[in-house]
């Protein structure tokens, strides 16, 4: 009997990290999102660097988004239709969660360690149930420089 209470402890000790880490599928590839602000707090660790992005109200598509071009990724990512379907949240002033790549892949792509106070632009999804503010980044702008973080350089 006690053996068997260990083990279920066990199991759902080892359960809790992954129902805290949201992977690709909880997020609506579908319905790509911009957004656009300062973030107000960064976390560069893994298992993914994390922020919290304040966006102002009035955030529109910027006129030249869907003629800019996007770096390609190892991972098959159709950067175009991304592009042709972006949109912005209706509700898309105040603060939003951003989960970032893990931090090989950060510097993979040669991302500089992000902090409070960076102007950024980010294109990715959301989708997380309770979550609506909550977004995992399919492309990451900084200072005009577009970085892929589904996966590593092509």
Do not use: C
């Amino acid at each position: 009997m006690q053996r068997r209470r260990l083990l279920a402890a066990a199991l759902v000790v080892a359960a809790v990290p992954a129902a805290a880490h949201h992977g690709w599928s909880s997020f609506d590839q579908n319905a790509p999102l911009y957004l656009q602000g300062q973030l107000t707090s960064v976390r560069w660790t893994n298992p993914h660097a994390e922020g919290v992005l304040e966006v102002s109200k009035g955030l529109t598509l910027p006129a030249d988004l869907a003629k800019r071009t996007l770096p390609p990724q190892q991972q098959a990512v159709d950067a175009q239709a991304i592009l042709a379907r972006l949109q912005v949240p209706q509700a898309a002033e105040g603060k939003w969660e951003l989960e970032f790549a893990p931090l090989p892949r950060m510097d993979a792509w040669g991302v500089a360690p992000l902090k409070a106070g960076d102007r950024i632009e980010v294109i990715g999804y959301v989708g997380v149930p309770g979550k609506p503010k909550v977004m995992r980044v399919e492309y990451l702008i900084v200072n005009g420089t577009a970085y892929g973080l589904r996966s590593s350089p092509r």
